[in-house]
């Protein structure tokens, strides 16, 4: 069944330190996952997806599918940054998002 | 650019009375999904829909029902409301041939 982990609820950091929000998945074929970012219970918003292999606001991510991963990465946090953090990808039908628990993200100066 | 619109922001209600959540997807988005956000909890899926018709269905409860219109606007229905329902509720969309979700502001539903 497929499944998203996020092993850290809260990761909390200084700013201007490096970030790695971990997430690992479980997916039968090739999945396309997602990070999802979420300010203060606003909306969820898209941050960063897999197969367009960009940089959002300085974050990257890229799909280890050795070790079923699709870790978070900043290298200088801001507190902008402070923030919940989702990964995400679809069920196996592909007709809805399955998400992670979450971590949030405290980055402090 | 135009963003999924939900309506109402906040809403409150009491125990085992009923309530209708709107949500008007992106133009051009064919597909709606519906999530409910409990406080502290990660995004839980309800049910979704394809071309105004059911295309899945997650853990919503038998009191929920919900629809998507021949303008492709969706609404969820509740009813007999209980406590455990307060929570924020998602409406996303997406364009057929892409996973890619966008979601609403959301609904905050509290039952009192």
């Not at chain 1, 479980?26 to 990070?35: D, K, Q, R, V």
């Not at chain 2, 996973?99 to 905050?108: A, I, K, L, S, V």
Request: proline share 5%; net charge neutral; hydrophobic share 30%.
């Amino acid at each position: 069944a497929q499944r998203v982990t996020q092993p850290e609820k809260l990761l909390s950091v200084f700013k201007g330190a490096p970030v790695e929000l971990k997430c690992n998945y479980s997916y039968s074929g090739s999945p396309e996952l997602f990070w999802y970012v979420q300010y203060s219970r606003q909306r969820l918003q898209l941050l960063l997806r897999h197969i367009s292999r960009e940089s959002i606001k300085g974050f990257t991510a890229d799909l280890n599918k050795g070790e079923t991963s699709f870790h978070l990465k900043k290298p200088f946090a801001q507190e902008e940054d402070s923030a919940m953090y989702y990964c995400a990808l679809p069920n196996q039908a592909g007709t809805a998002l399955i998400f992670g628990k979450g971590t949030t993200l405290s980055v402090s100066s | 650019a135009a963003g999924v619109i939900q309506s109402p922001r906040h809403l409150i209600k009491e125990k085992r009375e009923t309530a209708t959540l709107k949500c008007y997807p992106i133009p051009r988005h064919d597909t709606v999904y519906w999530y409910q956000q409990g406080p502290g909890q990660d995004p839980q899926f309800l049910i979704s829909f394809y071309e105004k018709m059911q295309s899945d269905k997650g853990s919503i409860p038998d009191r929920f029902s919900a629809q998507q219109f021949s303008d492709y606007h969706s609404e969820l229905n509740m009813s007999s409301l209980e406590l455990g329902d307060s929570a924020l509720y998602f409406c996303a969309s997406h364009q057929a041939g892409s996973y890619e979700q966008y979601f609403g502001p959301g609904t905050r539903l509290t039952v009192t």
